[in-house]
């Protein structure tokens, strides 16, 4: 079962508005810091010098915050 099926079970009127007029399911809180993360991490892995250094940064600062506030985010820092 995909993931708007999942989102509308047992709500067959609202899974055909969505289908009819678009819907997009919102990020999680996790799934956003996720996505931000792995895409400073590329952008380090492409980078070199001050760039480079500041996407360096910007992945620490999120798995710093991350222990610090007693949190594990698959593919971030668990």
């Known amino acids: 079962m995909n993931l708007l099926a999942k989102h509308f079970a047992g709500?067959?009127?609202g899974l055909m508005s969505a289908l009819v007029n678009g819907?997009?399911?919102e990020k999680t809180?996790?799934?956003a810091v996720k996505?931000?993360?792995k895409k400073c991490e590329e952008l380090r892995l492409k980078s070199t010098?001050?760039?480079y250094q500041i996407y360096l940064a910007k992945s620490t600062?999120?798995?710093t915050t991350?222990?610090?506030l007693g949190i594990k985010i698959e593919g971030v820092n668990a």
Do not use: N
């Open 11 to 13: 709500d067959e009127k």
């Open 23 to 25: 819907y997009e399911i």
């Open 29 to 31: 809180p996790e799934d």
């Open 35 to 37: 996505e931000y993360f």
């Open 49 to 51: 010098g001050t760039e």
């Open 61 to 63: 600062t999120i798995k």
């Open 66 to 68: 991350l222990t610090f």
